[in-house]
Every structure is written in C-alpha cells, then in structure tokens.
C-alpha cells in the first residue's frame, strides 16, 4: 500500500512509480488478500505503467465546466467556426480530464489499483490519454471528421468501464474504507459522463452540420434538440414513457399474466425544462423499475399469507378469492415545478427498504448482497447506464407509442430512443449512448441503479434523495434544476487528495 505521504502528494509532484515497487516488494500482492490477483493482472498493471511525468501538465489544467444552457446557446446557430471551435475544446478537454482520474488510480493503494479490473480500466484511460493528447489542432472539417473517428472508436471501446469498475471495487472493498471506494467510484463516474456528455455532444453537432437538412447559422426551434439536449423535455411524457417500458420488463420479468401495479402520474403536467433525454429516463427508469417490482414483490407475500391461511382453515373461501384478485397500488408520480426547479416524486406501497439494506443504499462497494451483484456483474460485459440495455424481444413487441417529438425518416431502434428532430437526425454518438448496447435479463439485478440515478442527478446540480417507510412504501424524490443554468458537477484534483 502506498504511504499516505505519497497518497497526498499535490498535482504537479513527482509521484514515485507503485508499480515499480513490483520488483522491490514481490510479495506486495499476498495471495492471502480478498481482492484476487491472479498473475496475469499484476503483470499486466506492472507493463502498463506510464511515466508519472507525461500527467503532470495535464494534471495541473482545472476542467472548464459548462452547463445545459452554455451548449444550448453555442449549438443554437452552428457554423463552421463553431464546430472547430468545438472540436479544439473536445480536443484539449478529454485528455485534461482523463487525466485527473488517472491521477486518482495511482494514488490508491498498490493492491487496488493491480486488481485485473481496475487495472483494465487504467489501460483503457492511459490509451485514450495518449491518443487525444496527441491530436493536433483542428483547422478544417477534415481534421473534426478526423477527430469524430477517434472519438466515436474510444466511446465504444470504453463501454467495459463500468462493470469493470463495478467488479473491481467489490472485488477490493476489504482493502480500502467503503466510505474512500465510494467516494473514488462517485468520482470517476460522474467524470465518465462528463467526458461522453462533451464527446456526445460535438458528435452530434458534427452530424447536425453534415446533415442534408441543415442550414448553417439557421436557428433550431424551441421543439429540437440541440446536438444531445432536448430543449424542452417535458416531464410528463418522459415518465409516461418509461412507465411503459417498465411495464413491459416486469411482465418479461414476473410472467405475462402478472399483476403490475398502474403509474398515476398527477400535479404540473405541462412542466418542461432542458436536459439530456437519456440521463433523465435512465433515472426515472430505474425509479419506476424499483418501485414496480417491490410492488409486484409484496402482491406476491400477501396472496401467499391469504392461501396459507386457508389451508390452514383461518379464512373463508371469500377472503382468499378477494385477496388472490386484489389489484395491486398505483405507483403515484407528483410532478412539481417550481421558479428554479422541477420536483419529481415518485411514491410507492411497495412495504419500503429492507433494514438490513438500507445504511448501503447509496454505495458501490458494499452491501448484504455484494456476492450476487459481483455474480451478475460478470455477466455484463458491457454498459452505458442507459434504459436501453435492458432490451428484450418483449419490449420491443410491446405495444409503446413514440414520443410526440418531431421524429426523422430513420426509424428508432428501442421504444425509449431518443427522438431527434428532422434538423438533428440520429447521429453515431446517440446511437452509441442509446441504442440496446447489451441484451441482459430484465431480472438480472447489478445494484447499481440507485447509486448512478444520485451521480447523474448530481451531475446538472440536481438531487436524488429515498425515504423508506419500513412496511409500507418508498417516496423518491428527484430535483431537477428548471433553467439550465448549473455547470456540472466536477471533482476537483485538490478535493480527491483527501482520499
């Protein structure tokens, strides 16, 4: 394990080599320890050690954060001069910020960071580090054409980043405090979508430009969106949508003829705001999808109490019929908007959080559960964190209405496809962040959906909190900043050096 003087060294100080003390220290990585370390991956994390010095002045350069209105407003009237302008900030951005989290893989303990996962990981961020920042300046549409390859190629190969992560934090939560994992695991993936959100974005700006219906310098109106913000996501229709979706997984999940509870969605209907359509039914997805099933879960105990009941002859044959065709309760979804701000609640009866399972809520690395997630991680090889990879024949048999967004002559891959406008036709960044990227079970639970539904709502400087009702039902609450005027939520290097 590193000394907690190397652990707390600042930015720009020479860090000694940890997987140069491989060969000092052999025995560093004790097969004793709970986190494997198989041989292939200590000597891949010891041949995939870069020179400290070449972060150095990457690390030093603060992130330049932007907001959903700063990419509305540049978008807005797009120009060749803009789109270069773009470029060159996607260009000198990435690097910048991969780097901060490459930073943060070196400063954990040596163990940690040569867990086969994690060091998977450092593979990928010090190879898409290397490559960006070697790009050179973009001065033509060739050079952004040039650099959208590039782009597009690391979205896709970086899709194995969040199981690994996942897996290797479980793997490793007996070596680190969980407080210090979570922490890392929080940081590293709002970084992640901070990264795809800047990359997403120039992609779809540079189809927008190249697109047969595109006027350069016209102004979009308020209905589309805008490279990958939707300019007007109304709240009502996100939530009708995902509920449909959920409903088709929970009769994939349960059985065709199972009961499940209806999504009543009341208070300001009409309420719209800017957001990136695939963040926000990601969310509500996974809202709906917990509730739904902890629903479907407590239908299921209470018909088995009534039949144990009558066989046991303490009930009539009339409680039993009643209780076996009791419909179960409404999943109620009150939508508030107020001057700065959209409130999003989303109530069930579905008999609240275990108590054994609450305290870990919020956290990646441990939990009652942490053998089944790591089991099932290993069976998702790949993973956006998008609604849409939970796809299955049944849901794309169900009988979902599109959106009534303006839509293009390309038809939509999944019912929850972002639906672009005629000016803004799918472009390979939405279809890399949207489409059903892995085929999974819909019962295949990672316990992850909580913890990233928090990063992305933090990330636009909103918020995700659950009260639990033990034995009766959860009320979740999602704030939603209305204007569009928050940067993002980065991590600064000087906070991470604390862990």
């Known amino acids: 394990m590193l000394s907690s003087s190397m652990r707390h060294t600042r930015p720009r100080q020479r860090l000694i080599n940890p997987f140069a003390r491989a060969t000092a220290r052999p025995g560093a990585a004790s097969s004793s320890h709970p986190c494997p370390m198989a041989g292939r991956g200590a000597a891949t994390a010891a041949a995939a050690w870069r020179p400290v010095s070449v972060l150095d002045d990457w690390v030093a350069r603060e992130a330049r954060p932007i907001s959903l209105r700063q990419l509305m ?16 900030y996607v260009r000198t951005e990435l690097p910048s910020r991969i780097a901060h989290r490459l930073r943060d893989m070196q400063q954990l303990p040596y163990v940690v960071v040569t ?26 549409l060739e050079d952004n054409d040039r650099l959208c390859e590039i782009i597009s190629e690391n979205l896709k190969g970086h899709l194995t980043v969040i199981p690994k992560l996942a897996m290797g934090i479980l793997e490793c939560r007996g070596l680190m405090n969980p407080q210090d994992l979570d922490k890392f695991m929080n940081t590293i993936l709002r970084s992640r979508i901070s990264r795809r ?29 805008i490279g990958e913000v ?52 990601y969310i509500i997805g996974e809202l709906l999808r917990n509730s739904v099933q902890a629903v479907i879960d407590r239908q299921a105990k209470l018909r088995e109490k009534a039949v144990a009941a009558a066989a046991a002859g303490s009930t009539t044959s009339t409680t039993l019929n009643a ?40 956290s990646f690395s441990k939990g009652p559960k942490s053998a089944n997630r790591l089991e099932n991680l290993g069976q998702v090889p790949r993973m956006a964190a998008t609604m849409q990879e939970l796809h299955i024949d049944e849901l794309a048999r169900a009988d979902l209405k599109a959106p009534s967004y303006p839509t293009p002559p390309p038809p939509t891959p999944s019912p929850l496809q972002q639906p672009p406008s005629a000016a803004t036709p799918h472009t390979p960044s939405q279809q890399n962040s949207l489409s059903s990227l892995t085929s999974r079970p819909p019962n295949l639970r990672l316990g992850m959906g909580l913890p990233l539904s928090r990063v992305y709502a933090e990330y636009w400087a909103g918020s995700l909190h659950v009260h639990s009702l033990e034995g009766y039902g959860v009320d979740a609450f999602l704030q939603i900043s209305r204007l569009g005027n928050k ?12 862990v």
């Open 197 to 225: 959100v800047i990359a997403e974005q120039h992609l779809s700006l540079t189809e927008t430009y190249h697109s047969p219906h595109f006027s350069p310098g016209a102004k979009l109106s308020e209905s589309d969106f």
């Open 115 to 140: 867990n086969p996962h994690i060091n998977d990981v450092y593979n990928l961020y010090y190879k898409a580090f290397d490559t960006f920042r070697k790009i050179k300046e973009v001065k033509t």
């Open 230 to 281: 939707f300019i007007r996501c109304q709240a009502r229709d996100v939530i009708d949508r995902c509920a449909r979706a959920v409903t088709a997984l929970a009769r994939s999940t349960n059985g065709p003829d199972a009961q499940v509870p209806a999504v009543h969605v009341d208070g300001h209907l009409s309420a719209s705001f800017p957001y990136i359509l695939s963040h926000l039914e």
């Open 73 to 88: 407003v540049f978008g807005r009237s797009l120009t060749e001069s803009r789109l270069i302008s773009s470029a060159n």
């Open 323 to 362: 209780a076996l065709n009791q419909p179960p309760p409404p999943i109620e979804v009150t939508i508030c908007e107020a001057q700065e701000h959209v409130i999003i609640r989303i109530s069930d009866r579905g008999g609240g959080i275990p108590r054994d399972e609450l305290p870990y809520l919020w």
């Open 487 to 498: 940067n993002e939520q980065l991590t600064t290097r000087a906070s991470m050096d604390a």
